[in-house]
């Protein structure tokens, strides 16, 4: 097997480097998959809820539907209507979904385990509806959320007020 030699007119010098078409064409491709690597790893968030003391996660999203076992509420403007199950007094809605919209939690070491509430939101900027997990075990609230590979700890409101009372 011979070696072909490269012909001058094949070869081409960018910034004091000379290479040829082939050799310029790797490093482009190797340069744009350095770059996706990198934009990759700066825009994941899949440590920042984990990394966090607190988080607050529906404190600055519009919660639009809230429903659990008993009752099913939507958003209608700026106001509320209940769409289906036991009728429920507005004052009492009020502070269910106050209580789920100033929601702050902690991560926990805890396995989830007790009594399961399952509650269903769906937020404005994301049409599918959050399934969530809310476990009552002595007096405290566990709670396991979409997307996140942590266990978290009610820390506020009460446990007692997630549930519509």
């Given amino acids: 097997m011979a070696k072909q030699d490269s012909r001058p007119e094949d070869q081409r010098t960018i ?10 064409n790797n490093v482009l491709i190797y340069l744009v998959l350095g770059l996706m ?3 990759y ?13 607190t988080v607050e996660p529906f404190t600055d999203q519009m919660i ?6 008993q009752s099913h509420w939507i958003r209608v403007g700026a106001s509320w209507q209940q769409r ?3 009728s429920m007094d ?3 809605f009020r502070r269910w979904l106050s209580a789920w919209q100033r929601l702050q939690l902690e991560p926990s070491e805890q396995l989830l385990a ?4 399952v509650i269903e939101i ?3 900027d994301n049409p599918e509806p959050l399934r969530i997990g809310v476990f009552y075990q002595n007096n405290e609230a566990l709670m396991a959320i979409p997307g996140a590979d942590v266990t978290y700890r009610v820390i506020a409101p009460e446990a007692e007020q997630l549930k519509p009372q």
């Fill in 15 to 24: 910034l004091g480097f000379t290479l040829t078409k082939r050799g310029w």
């Fill in 64 to 69: 639009v539907e809230i429903s659990d076992q």
């Fill in 84 to 86: 289906s199950g036991n």
């Fill in 90 to 92: 507005p004052e009492i």
């Fill in 122 to 124: 769906t937020l404005a």
């Fill in 41 to 53: 790893f700066l825009g994941h968030k899949s440590g920042d809820i984990a990394g966090q003391q």
């Fill in 114 to 117: 007790g009594e399961e509430y």
């Fill in 37 to 39: 690597f990198v934009f």
